[in-house]
Every structure is written in structure tokens, then in C-alpha cells.
């Protein structure tokens, strides 16, 4: 394969991968049913929606609960099931808990208008206009509290296929045990399909465009020198990358409101398509991760200020959240075909990788600067596909990094510009960048026009513009 | 003789009357207002003196309804002593028990039956005996057993008003199933109403 030849497939790889998501899942999360819960606008937890404001990510991190809540705040009382005098009985009884007066479900409705460019690999270009993707996705949230100490999240997915057909998907599935024991928050679980705290803050709280981080959660190891890029030869979101999403089991906790420590366990690299023993695990080792943020100025991460005021504006937490996370992966046993340019037909193992990365958010007035920095690297074996003969072994390395922008031009009214890049393993491959602009408008509180230019600056013939219109009740 | 008789008999009246208006002569109430924070309703707070001079006998039993898979009144205070009817108003059998102090278990009965419980058992004061219920476990309520009667249970504004206390000084106290606070000392002054709020936190 010649360096153009990497060069246009890696391109159509990155441009297919945005579409890929344009269409599929997003994390983000913007859950009414506590909207409903606190009779309290949108705006309380969120800038524009899904993107979170201090208090909303105090609110997440506590177990959906806000912060020094009481019960006047909870303007539906939930339903008893049991009264609180029956945890002195335990274990001669059931331990009470509770469930919501009202059906805490929400909805979550996405329609796009989706124009895409695309450079092809015999050099032609393919263009897309006016896709009017009408729903594009729809999702289904169940949220809430269970009682003292107990909450859960769950999100199904519903997407339409061009030909008809209907792809589910259950995004979300998880319980939280928020400061079981010992003091206020220091220590938090959850288990279940999540998104793991690992990237919140960079992915799911920050994103307001719905197109996904690319560099960090889409990059493909998997490849004779280490990969090439973005999604090439993979599903999309890439599995080895960082994850989106997790099976799994997570602890968390607050530090002196200033300090957030992050620990979990999740399955890992499943077993492919071709499995047939109804695993989602593709070998018996469990991936970890882990992160630490500290954050300096602003509202602590669980919704104290340290006595100094609250500012007026809801979306402004003049402050500064410094972090670092690790991921380790081991796909082990876990084969990826792949062919060479010579027809070879080969099976890849990355028997170890791992992800490590630095993030810093600045909060001033109205402007919100981020940064992530990710380096990865992978353990790869290569297999002959036939004779399952070891060929060659290597630790390829690649590295990713964007920095974004977002400023309120008004409450109902943000603007963001991000760049990002991706230096892939093969180093014959010119490191990707991309640009994107994105304008999002509240419409109404619940309702998000939004418009988004994505473009390749390497190949100005990649690029694309969606138009999306989302309401969430 | 007659008229001597119509004089005798309006100074008596008047004494009468006197003593109807204030039928512990110089007693009076205390009232006042309990914030619960925190709540929507700061009801059921029982107000109370802690301890004043003398042996208090319990008057005619106490009720508590079991109506609506609730118990009715929700906090029922009461003097040391006194027996309480634990009513079914329900079409449902209901069951009463507490796990508090002394223990007990009332069985469960049916529609338009009672059981007696009399609260003699307990030395401390405020003596609190949650009220549960096998059948239905979200069922709660209050029975707060107290050395002497001037007691008030607040209303959804949390205002209450203790009547006939006899001048003295005294400690007033609140008790509430979710809340507390300090006492506070009172005087209470001849035909002289005395008001005392609380703030109660968590």
C-alpha cells in the first residue's frame, strides 16, 4: 500500500466513522424524568443540553440527587415501599426503599439533516445532500432514586435503517449505590452498562455537538504496523479504543468536595460477531481503569461552594479541573482478520493496551476551554490466519489530542469550534486533523436547534454539515 | 331574705363564671410556630412540656385509625398510662407492632375490630413507639407517650397552642420523627399568653 493509498483510506476511514456516529449512539444524556422529579427547568443542570453545568455534574456524581437535597426539593414525593422504621428490623425484614410517584421515563427525539463529502479511494468524490434523517435516533430514558443510597440510570435506543429496519439498542442499563457507607460521598458504585466516569467530563458532559470525539474513542489499532487510523477495518465506536460504554463495575468518590477518584473493572474487548456462545466477554481478563481530577475555584464536584456565592449566571463556575486517567486493556485470545497487501490473510491479537491520558478544563465567565492529551499503545501479536503460525510481535504506539472551545453567546445560544487530531501508529500515515464548528440554539428549554460543520483539514474534499433538531421530553 | 338570696346567688354565679373562663384560675396557653426545614409541611411536630409538678392520671382511652392503608392520626401524643384503641377502618386486615422499647405485636385483625395497648411500660420521656404494620410496610405512625398533658401537635403550618398550663417555669420541647431541636425554657404568667417558636433541622 502506498503512503496516498494509506493516505485516501485512512480519509474515507475517518469520514465513514462520522457518519457512523452521526447515526448511531451518543452518551450524551439529557434526562427529563428529573426534570419532572424536582419541577425544575433544564437549564438547573444543564448549559445547552447535554452539556452539564457544575451543578449538574454534582447532581450526576451524587447518585442523581442534588446537593444538600431535602425533601421539600422533591416535588413529587416518591412512593414508600416500606417505612424507614424497617431498616431497625433488618435483617428480620425487607430494607425499605421507594420508587417514583410518577413513571420516570423520558424521551429523547433526534432528527438530522445530514449533508456529507467524501473522498474516495479511486479519487472521486461522493456527496450526500439533504439526508433528511427524520428520526434519527430516538432514545428512551428510565431514571431516578431508589430509596436512600440507591439510583438508577437505563437508556434503550431506537435508530431507523435506510431499509426499513430498526436497530435497538440498550445504551444504558445500571445501578448506582451512592455513599453506602462512611462519610458523604467519598465513596460511590455502580454496576451494570454505563458510561464510565473514565471520560465524562471530556465526552459525555462537554459534547454538545452529537458527532463524538473521533481521536479518542475511534482510533484502530488493529493493523500491520499498528493501525492506521480511525475506524478503518472496524465497528464503530471502535472497541479498543477508549470505550464509550462499559459492562461492568465502577467506584467513585469525592474528595473534600475538590478531588474525584475513579476505579473500575469493565468486560472488556468482546468476542466478535462470529461468536456464537452468547458471551460479552471475548477472553476471561477483565480491563481497569482509573482516573483522578482535581479542581480548583468554582463549585465543588459535589455542589459545595466553600462559602462563597453562587454566581447568577447558572452556567458560570469560574474554575479550573485538572485530571488524569488510565485504561488497560487485554483482548488476548481476541482475533482480528486482517489481509495484508500482499493477500495474506492474518489474525491480530492486542494482548495488552493501554490508554493514558491528561485533561484540563478552564471555566471563565462565559467561555469553557478543554484539552485532552491521550497516548496509547498496544502489545500486538500477528497470526497466520491459516496455519495460526506467530508471524511478528510489536508495542506500535499512537497519540491523539483536541482542545475545545465553547462560549455562551447568550443563555439560549453557544458556540463551539474544536480541533482535533490523531497521530496514527503507522507513522507513513500523515496525522489527521479535523475542525469542527457547532452553533447550538435552545429553541426552548427542552427543544436544541443546532448546526455543525465538520471538515478533514488535510483533504478539504472531506467535510460535512448536519443540521440538528432535538427536543427532549 | 329574697333579695339577700338574688345577691348571694349573682356573686355565686359570677364566681362560677370566673372559674368556666379560667378553669384552672391563673392557667394559660403557649403557642407558637414550628418550622421544620427541609420539609413541605411542618405537621405532626408534638409540642410538649417536659416535666411539670404533679402525677398526671390518664383520661378516657386514646385512638388510632388505621383508615386509607394509613394510621390516623399519624402522631399521637399521649399522658403515661393511657390506653390506646387500635381501630381497623380499612376493608383490608391490617396488622399493629412496634419494635421500640418493650415490643409488642398486636396481631392483625379485621375491618371494624380493635385492639387495647396500654402504654405503662416506659420510664423515659418522651417515650416513642413507632407503629408498623406486617401487611403493609409503608405504614407508619406515631404513638409519644409523655409525663403530663400539656402537649399541642402542630398543624401543616406548624402552629400550635398548648391550653390550661399552669404558671410556672417549665422546658419546652418539640419532638418530630425527622427533625429535632433544642429546648427552650418557658414562663408561663397568669392570663398572660406566652409564644414560643422552633426552628427544627436534621
Known sequence: MTRLERTRRVVAGAVLVCLALAVTESTALAVPAFARKYQTSCQTCHIVFPKLNAFGEAFRLRGYRMPAETEEMVKEPPVSLGAPAYKRLWPQAVWPGAISSHTPLAVNVKLADVNTSSLNEDGTVTSVKNDLQFPQEVNVFGAGTLGDHVSYLSEITFGEGSDGSVAVELEHASIHFDSPFGPEDLFHFRLGKFAPNLADGFQEMWISTDAGIDSLFNYNPIGFNGGTGLGADAVSPNPISLPTLVRGIEAYGIIRHRALWVAGIANGVGPGSNDTTGRFDGNNAKDVYARFDYKIGGMGFDGDMGGHPIPDKNWQDNSLRLGVFAYRGDASGINFPFTTDSGLMTNIQDVHFQRTGIYASLFTGDLNVFSVYLHGSDSLQVFDAGTAALLSTGVPDYHAWFTQADYLLYPWLQAGLRYETVTPADRSVPTLKTGVANLSALIRANVKAMVEYQRDLRQGKNHSLNAVLRFAF | ?202
Open chain 2, 1 to 202: 331574705m329574697f333579695r339577700h338570696s338574688v345577691v348571694i346567688g349573682s356573686v355565686c354565679t359570677a364566681i362560677v363564671l370566673a372559674y368556666v373562663a379560667s378553669p384552672i384560675g391563673a392557667s394559660d396557653s403557649i403557642t407558637g410556630v414550628v418550622k421544620v426545614t427541609g420539609l413541605a409541611s411542618s405537621a405532626d411536630a408534638v409540642v410538649y412540656i417536659q416535666q411539670a409538678p404533679g402525677s398526671f392520671t390518664p383520661a378516657k382511652p386514646a385512638q388510632m385509625d388505621q383508615r386509607q392503608m394509613q394510621f390516623v392520626p399519624h402522631v399521637l401524643p399521649i399522658v403515661a398510662g393511657t390506653t390506646v384503641k387500635f381501630l381497623n377502618g380499612d376493608p383490608t386486615p391490617h396488622n399493629v407492632f412496634s419494635p421500640d422499647n418493650e415490643k409488642y405485636n398486636l396481631g392483625t385483625w379485621p375491618q371494624g375490630q380493635s385492639k387495647d395497648y396500654t402504654f405503662n411500660k416506659c420510664a423515659k420521656t418522651p417515650c416513642v413507639y413507632t407503629q408498623l404494620c406486617r401487611v403493609h410496610p409503608e405504614m407508619e405512625g406515631y404513638v409519644v407517650v409523655l409525663q403530663n398533658p400539656f402537649f399541642a401537635v402542630t398543624n401543616k403550618e406548624g402552629h400550635y397552642q398548648i391550653d390550661n398550663v399552669p404558671p410556672g417555669s417549665y422546658t419546652l420541647a418539640v419532638w418530630h420523627e425527622k427533625a429535632k431541636a433544642q429546648p427552650k425554657p418557658v414562663i408561663v404568667e397568669a392570663s398572660k399568653p406566652t409564644t414560643v417558636d422552633f426552628v427544627l433541622g436534621r
